[in-house]
């Protein structure tokens, strides 16, 4: 399974390239080429253990106030 | 090696490393990545005077891919004149990728080979046990492939005297002193200065080191009669916020330092000499 925050993105505004990147939705940047390993769970990794942008994301999502519903 | 070697002129063996694992063309858009390109860059260095090329594979979208190892080396052999191809094993793949560096047909003449693990990001450390390293350096015996001996830091360097007393290893070593940051050798000239006093007898080193530190720490390693590796794997910058337009650029700044210092550039066959590659 791949990280629910890992595009393919072929420009970024300024940048243009001739094939599609792996770009984090959390940053929203670009990520390198090793690191896309980590977003696509290849080989032993894992995006929920070995990376640490998803892990710091997931756990401020959770710590957001909910809103009151009254 | 000595800084008595460099006023003997020995000759300096330059390697490029133009590609590389860890950046994309996101980082720089002139870091070549596909087997055509890679190859005319390196055609490029070879003119200029390098002798090895540490060559890495990626896949149409950049991404790592060992796989792509043979395409590169088929594009080297073909654009090139004689230039020594130094395959990766490192990174931080498994075992059966880091293997793909010397099971290439033809075998290339040099592989690197990591000396130990080292950190990435917050959890990843790169999987190297000594089993692994081990039978990576026995295969590379058994295919005749010269290992360039990563050495990115002191532990490591501990690590390279385990495999020459257990007789792995044959002279003359090969050892890549690496500096930058993480759990590489602090990028300092007097840590430069302590790895090399360091080094096992029978050695030769070359000196590989990141961002800023490339120019000055490579031109130290060739006053104290080392070798020198540059490209844009290490350093996507020419200076202070200006990206290198191409390795070649890298490549001739340093040739140009090189040569005037006296030394002279080692052709790919006078590297094999050194290197005692058959």
Do not use: W
Request: negative net charge; aromatic residues 6%; contains cysteine.
């Amino acid at each position: 399974m791949t990280c629910p925050y890992l595009e393919y993105r072929r420009s970024d505004g300024d940048q243009e390239f001739d094939h599609e990147r792996p770009y984090c939705g959390v940053t929203e940047e670009f990520v390198s080429p090793m690191k896309a390993d980590i977003c696509n769970d290849r080989f032993q990794f894992d995006h929920e253990s070995d990376c640490e942008l998803y892990k710091d994301h997931v756990e401020r999502l959770a710590e957001e106030p909910v809103a009151d519903d009254d | 090696m000595s800084y008595q070697h460099y006023l003997d002129q020995r000759k300096l063996i330059l390697t490029v490393a133009t590609t590389g694992g860890v950046h994309g063309k996101d980082a720089n858009p002139n870091l070549p990545e596909q087997p055509d390109e890679i190859a005319r860059q390196v055609r490029e260095c070879e003119k200029l005077g390098a002798a090895i090329v540490h060559v890495h594979g990626r896949d149409e979208r950049g991404e790592n891919d060992p796989e792509r190892l043979q395409a590169v080396n088929d594009a080297i052999r073909e654009e090139c004149d004689d230039i020594v191809i130094q395959n990766t094993t490192g990174g931080q793949s498994p075992y059966e990728n880091r293997v793909a560096g010397i099971r290439t047909d033809p075998p290339p003449e040099m592989a690197s080979l990591d000396m130990g693990p080292f950190n990435r990001g917050q959890h990843i450390i790169t999987e190297h046990t000594r089993h692994n390293i081990e039978s990576l350096a026995r295969e590379m015996k058994e295919k005749g492939v010269k290992p360039e001996l990563e050495v990115f830091n002191n532990g490591h360097l501990n690590e390279t005297y385990r495999l020459i007393e257990k007789d792995i290893l044959d002279p003359p070593y090969y050892i890549n002193v690496i500096l930058g940051p993480g759990t590489f050798t602090i990028p300092t000239p007097e840590n430069l200065l302590n790895m090399v006093n360091n080094l096992p007898e029978e050695s030769h080193f070359n000196v590989l080191a990141t961002g800023p530190h490339q120019l000055p720490l490579t031109t130290m390693g060739a006053i104290l009669g080392g070798h020198v590796r540059v490209g844009m794997e290490d350093n996507l910058y020419y200076d202070r916020g200006e990206p290198a337009q191409s390795n070649a650029q890298l490549v001739e700044r340093s040739v140009e330092i090189i040569e005037r210092m006296g030394r002279d550039l080692a052709t790919p066959d006078e590297a094999r000499d050194i290197l005692g590659i058959e």
